[in-house]
């Protein structure tokens, strides 16, 4: 990417699917929810965890709640609805760590 110009200049949150290659570039990265849940499939597949269903089902719900939003000619989620998933998120963030035991090494690094 470097050498054919195209991302050179960007100055945004670059959102990718784990491209190592693409942290190079803008201000800030972040992994786009489908690799996410991806690895998080993974895990509760490996691990048997019920935070990783958890988390899944939360990003889902999100993004479906986000998509009628969007149906309905919103531009954002009304006040405080952010709040609740905020809380939801750190509630499993917390049982995450309680069972960091039983987490493949690759997902370690994330929590």
């Not at 609805?81 to 370690?108: Q, W």
Request: hydrophobic letters at 30%; glycine letters at 8%.
């Amino acid at each position: 990417m470097k050498e054919i110009g195209v991302m050179a200049n960007y100055t945004g949150t670059f959102v990718n699917d784990h491209e190592t290659a693409a942290y190079h570039f803008g201000n800030d990265n972040a992994e786009c929810n489908v690799y996410l849940i991806r690895y998080l499939t993974k895990n509760t597949q490996e691990s048997g965890n019920a935070w990783n269903r958890d988390m899944t089902e939360l990003f889902l719900f999100t993004n479906g709640e986000r998509n009628l939003l969007i149906l309905n000619g919103e531009a954002s989620f009304p006040e405080g609805e952010v709040s609740l998933f905020e809380a939801k998120y750190d509630e499993i963030g917390r049982r995450t760590r309680e069972h960091r035991g039983n987490m493949p090494v690759r997902m370690k690094k994330h929590y």
